[in-house]
T-cell receptor, first 112, second 111 residues
């Protein structure tokens, strides 16, 4: 039930672009994106609620497809500070119980 | 706002000892979550509270784990007795208008 992220890892040069995907076998209520640097806590980036939604800043943005089963995070003109592990996450309900699940994670390394 | 405050930042304890992790949430955030992160299992939700009431503790691994939220400004996660496999980083997080905010975490090492 855990969303699968792809790629598992990516190495970029500064200024290059990257796309990180998060795929679920079932429709998600919403999708949240986080970045975690080594040894630090995850930092919330953004939330997408609606199918077909796109949001974000100029250099970091995300989309949520119409079926709400896939989300993509777009990193444009990457900077060294973008390095870290990116997670998608979503609340789900199982037998009427709320749970929160994280994706498998994508390690991103930006090189100078 | 000081954010979500966790203490201690690091804890090293011997197997069998009781460990208490503490969390001060952001004022006004009605939801509080306890997570555990390890290399093997990634981030796992242990328990969450809404308005100080435990809603779902199905992620708590064993009866050795317990969590309380006596008021809106304080929560604890207790492990008794601790075991080496409990070694992990434990995060407290709260949910509010700005999304999720994680505390800095407590790195627990049980030897």
């Amino acid at each position: 039930q855990q969303p699968v992220q792809s790629p598992q890892a990516v190495i970029l040069r500064e200024g290059e672009d990257a796309v990180i995907n998060c795929s679920s076998s079932k429709a998600l209520y919403s999708v949240h994106w986080y970045r975690q640097k080594h040894g630090e806590a995850p930092v919330f980036l953004m939330i997408l609620l609606k199918g077909g939604e796109q949001k974000g800043h100029e250099k970091i943005s995300a989309s949520f497809n119409e079926k709400k089963q896939q989300s993509s995070l777009y990193l444009t003109a990457s900077q060294l500070s973008y390095s870290g592990t990116y997670f998608c996450g979503s609340p789900i309900t199982t037998s009427g119980t709320y749970k929160y699940i994280f994706g498998t994670g994508t390690r991103l390394k930006v090189l100078a | 706002d000081a954010g979500v405050i966790q203490s201690p930042r690091h804890e090293v304890t011997e197997m069998g000892q009781e460990v208490t992790l503490r969390c001060k949430p952001i004022s006004g955030h009605d939801y509080l979550f306890w997570y555990r992160q390890t290399m093997m299992r990634g981030l796992e939700l242990l328990i969450y509270f809404n308005n100080n009431v435990p809603i779902d503790d199905s992620g708590m691994p064993e009866d050795r784990f317990s969590a309380k939220m006596p008021n809106a400004s304080f929560s604890t996660l207790k492990i008794q007795p601790s075991e080496p496999r409990d070694s992990a980083v434990y995060f407290c997080a709260t949910w509010g208008a700005g999304g999720y905010t994680f505390g800095s975490g407590t790195r627990l090492t049980v030897v």
